[in-house]
């Protein structure tokens, strides 16, 4: 499973995800966050709990530069500071008043998030591009039985017959279930883009058979 430090890069999302002008939740080590996408195509990663009645900031709307919870509207921009509270519009809302912040990286097709100060910039897999994501309802363990390989910090390489050689990117979520990042050969074409899915999802049926097995042993 990939490192749960909060100093070290996570990949919360594929780039292809998340459209200009949206938002969506993910989650790090550190719990959960509101990954959004200005007009302008800036990224920005906040807590997903806006401070003034707790509601997820990844229901919001992204309305130009600015992210506005989808409750009263308070709107916050992507350093974290709020910039409005509609119920008092001539108030400038003061500095305290903040949402957390996220580093946020896009490298390669992939949205990368860190909770502390990673070293460096995310990894940059030059000979892949992103396929798709899926959700496995299995965790670490029993996806590195279902792929007969231990699952490091990268990720790991799979194959299965038939299908070109995939690289999967693993992130676990609060719920025990893990969410993969599947990687295909950049030179691959479409059939082999089609085998590289119906492989990943094999795997995902066979991680789920072994976490099923164990949760009854």
Same mark, same amino acid.
């Given at each position: 499973?990939? =490192?749960?430090?909060?100093?070290?890069?996570?990949?919360?999302?594929?780039?292809?995800?998340?459209?200009?002008?949206?938002?969506?939740?993910?989650? #790090?080590?550190?719990?959960?966050?509101?990954?959004?996408?200005?007009?302008?195509?800036?990224?920005? *990663?906040?807590?997903? !709990?806006?401070?003034? !009645?707790?509601?997820?900031?990844?229901?919001g709307f992204v309305?130009?530069?600015?992210?506005?919870?989808?409750?009263?509207?308070?709107?916050? =921009?992507?350093?974290?500071?709020?910039?409005?509270?509609?119920?008092?519009?001539?108030? #400038?809302?003061?500095?305290?008043?903040?949402?957390? #912040?996220?580093?946020? @990286?896009?490298?390669?097709?992939?949205?990368?998030?860190?909770?502390? @100060?990673?070293?460096?910039?995310?990894?940059?897999?030059?000979?892949?591009?992103?396929?798709r994501s899926l959700?496995?309802?299995?965790?670490?363990? *029993?996806?590195?039985?279902?792929?007969?390989?231990?699952?490091?910090?990268?990720?790991?390489?799979?194959?299965?017959?038939?299908?070109?050689?995939?690289?999967?990117?693993?992130?676990?979520?609060? #719920?025990?279930?893990?969410?993969?990042?599947?990687?295909?050969?950049?030179?691959?074409?479409? =059939?082999?883009?089609?085998?590289? =899915?119906?492989?990943? @999802?094999?795997?995902?049926?066979? *991680?789920?058979?072994?976490?099923?097995?164990?949760?009854?042993?």
């Amino acid at each position: 499973m990939l =490192s749960d430090k909060t100093d070290t890069w996570v990949p919360v999302a594929l780039s292809q995800d998340l459209p200009t002008g949206q938002a969506m939740p993910a989650r #790090t080590p550190a719990g959960p966050i509101a990954l959004w996408r200005s007009q302008s195509g800036r990224l920005a *990663a906040s807590a997903d !709990r806006c401070p003034h !009645r707790g509601m997820r900031l990844s229901h919001g709307f992204v309305r130009g530069e600015a992210l506005s919870c989808i409750y009263h509207g308070w709107t916050y =921009s992507q350093a974290g500071r709020c910039l409005r509270i509609p119920a008092h519009p001539s108030l #400038t809302p003061p500095e305290t008043i903040r949402v957390a #912040t996220r580093s946020v @990286e896009e490298a390669g097709g992939i949205v990368w998030v860190a909770d502390g @100060e990673p070293d460096g910039k995310p990894p940059l897999f030059e000979s892949y591009v992103p396929l798709r994501s899926l959700t496995v309802r299995a965790g670490g363990s *029993a996806l590195s039985a279902a792929a007969g390989t231990k699952v490091a910090v990268e990720g790991f390489v799979w194959q299965a017959p038939g299908a070109p050689a995939i690289r999967l990117l693993p992130v676990p979520q609060e #719920t025990g279930e893990t969410l993969v990042h599947v990687l295909v050969p950049a030179d691959c074409g479409a =059939s082999e883009r089609i085998a590289a =899915s119906r492989a990943a @999802e094999s795997l995902r049926r066979m *991680a789920e058979r072994i976490e099923a097995k164990e949760a009854v042993s």
